[in-house]
């Protein structure tokens, strides 16, 4: 059988499949420790602010502080990826947030907690547009585009896995069966550093791929800048890929982790309403949500993990620009969805399943078609400068949100209003969307 007409899998070598398995397994345990945030901070606020208003409002600002610091670890690692390689920055990235994760379970106050949120989201930041190009630049033409959108879908992996540790933590804590007296949210930090931490020991196995070796070879002696913003910003077809693809890439981060990742706040309301008749004291009702929580995390990225597979899909047969439009589109259907009409806890069983297939297949695009506006080079710092970049603006949505809850009153309907307000950006994402590149079966961009 020719090559050409063997499935994409086919063709990868045993050098092939080791790098997809380990930046699968790096962005997936990035995942995980993104989840787990979002599942403890509820609960970490409650007990570090006792005032239960306050930790309502500053809970939004702590994902602000966490969505900086990706943004920076984003910037700073793409370009030391193609400056001094992608397989060498991977494993200080990993390294960093699976340590500031752990580290996040001792906090005593919001302002240390903010801190390692901030670290950890440095380490974060650097993983996807590290993982990512190092997948394109390693794989053939042909397995690319399923390759990266495979790696993708397998992120939500993480996300379910951190769905899973909430509630068995959540089945212990109402048990009271967790060690040293830890609560549920310092349970959640201390699990969620293992798995990243040990990856680190296997990636000292990585090697940098062939096509940036070469590269970076003929680059030094041509004078080519890798790494550079000045050269990415400074190239008119590259400068206009990079903010057209940041503003279509800050419509998705702000769908998902803007709006979409505050979820467990409506489900937290649910769950005390649900439960609130049953004489459950306060700590039962905490260990209920913390299980539910978790539960509807869950959920969210079944859903998830089918729509990265189905849009990424559709990348690779329809065109990208086409995938990308559908998938915002469907992101803000379901938003408006869950924030206006999920109130029973039966609802979460199929409202928050869409919404996963919506907010997520959004990433199942950009992993196959941000590394295809950018050359050699520039690929790690261009992708991370439209992924990451994002997480600034993106940052701004909690805070949003926060103020706009703040003026209707500051209780939950004030907040799911917040939420439909500022969905309304991602329609933003699909107007751009027609003055980018169609890269649908063309080989990646060089100099």
């Known amino acids: 059988m020719s090559t050409s007409s063997q499935p994409w899998w086919r063709i990868l070598t045993r050098e092939h499949w080791f790098v997809f398995a ?60 193609d400056k001094y390689g992608r397989a060498k920055m991977l494993t200080w990235t990993i390294l960093l947030y699976s340590v500031s994760t752990g580290l996040s379970s001792f906090s005593t106050s919001m302002f240390d907690f903010c801190a390692y949120r901030f670290i950890t989201g440095l380490g974060i930041g650097g993983v996807f547009g590290l993982a990512v190009a190092l997948v394109a630049d390693s794989v053939p033409d ?41 609560s549920h949210w310092q349970a959640m930090f201390l699990v969620g550093a293992l798995p990243a931490f040990l990856c680190v020991f296997v990636l000292r196995r990585l090697k940098e791929p062939q096509k940036w070796v070469d590269a970076k070879a003929a680059g030094d002696k041509a004078g080519v ?57 306060a700590a039962a009702i905490a260990d209920q949500k913390a299980f539910w929580r978790s539960a509807g995390l869950l959920l969210q990225n079944i859903g998830g993990f089918l729509g990265m597979l189905s849009l990424a899909k559709l990348a690779q047969v329809k065109g990208r620009r086409i995938a990308f439009a559908l998938a915002l589109f469907l992101s803000f259907i379901s938003t408006l969805l869950v924030f206006r009409y999920m109130r029973e ?48 603006v993106a940052a701004t949505a909690p805070f949003t949100m926060s103020q706009i809850t703040k003026r209707l009153g500051g209780d939950i309907e004030g907040f799911r ?23 649908k079966d063309q080989p990646l961009p060089e100099e």
């Open 22 to 81: 380990i930046t699968s397994l790096a962005w997936l345990f990035d995942c995980l420790d993104q989840q787990i945030f979002n599942l403890a901070r509820d609960g970490a606020m409650e007990a570090l602010i006792p005032d239960r208003k306050l930790a309502t409002e500053y809970g939004p600002y702590t994902t602000s502080v966490f969505l900086v610091g990706w943004a920076a670890g984003g910037l700073i690692f793409g370009a030391l990826g």
């Open 142 to 182: 042909r397995a690319r585009a399923p390759a990266l959108g495979l790696l993708q879908s397998l992120s939500t992996w993480g996300n379910l896995t951190a769905g899973l540790t909430g509630m068995a933590l959540g089945a212990l804590a109402a048990r009271h069966l967790l060690p040293f007296g830890l």
């Open 225 to 281: 800048r890798f790494g550079s913003y000045a050269a990415l910003l400074g190239h008119p077809k590259w400068r206009k890929h990079a903010w057209l693809g940041l503003i279509a890439c800050s419509a998705g981060i702000i769908g998902l982790w803007g709006i979409g990742n505050f979820h467990p706040k409506i489900v937290g309301d649910i769950v005390e309403q649900a439960f609130a008749g049953q004489g459950l004291d």
């Open 345 to 392: 806890l039966r609802d979460l069983y199929w409202m928050l399943p869409l919404m996963g297939f919506g907010q997520l297949s959004v990433f199942g695009v950009y992993a196959v078609y941000l590394p295809e506006l950018f050359p050699t080079s520039l690929r790690s710092t261009g992708t991370s400068f439209c992924y990451n970049v994002g997480r600034i």
């Open 417 to 439: 209003t917040a939420g439909m307000c500022v969905s309304l950006v991602l329609l933003v994402g699909i107007a751009v969307l027609p003055f980018l590149p169609e890269t």
